[in-house]
């Protein structure tokens, strides 16, 4: 079982820049962000694996930034240039511990967060 708790949401005007944090209770491997918008099914949006391998959704890309620190059991992402379509809740995932694979099968993720509202005003 893991426990992740995220922070790190909040209010921003469009252009600006937000960092999230999830804390993780034991070291996994693979880890992931996700968002749901209003009306919106939850969607991937940039996974990691602990050598740092990254990946990311297409509407993301240059603009968020994935990272973890192992040692510390957390996962980080760096949302810059923020538009409103990035208005959601966003939620850190975690796959088993003891599951094998790559990172990037969303049906790997059955440890969440519970989540953290990022708004942006345009």
């Known amino acids: 079982q893991v426990q992740l708790v995220e922070s790190g949401g909040g209010s921003v005007q469009a252009g600006g820049s937000l960092r999230l944090s999830c804390a993780a209770s034991v070291y996994t491997r693979c880890m992931g962000w996700f968002r749901q918008a209003p009306g919106k099914e939850r969607e991937a949006i940039a996974f990691?694996?602990?050598?740092?391998?990254?990946t990311y959704e297409d509407s993301v890309k240059g603009r968020f930034t994935i990272s973890k620190d192992n040692a510390k059991n957390t996962l980080y992402l760096q949302m810059n240039s923020l538009k409103p379509e990035d208005t959601a809740i966003y939620y850190c995932a975690a796959r088993p511990i003891t599951w094998g694979g790559g990172c990037t099968s969303t049906s790997i993720y059955i440890y969440w967060g519970q989540g953290t509202q990022v708004t942006v005003s345009s």
């Open positions: 990691i694996d602990t050598d740092g391998t990254s």
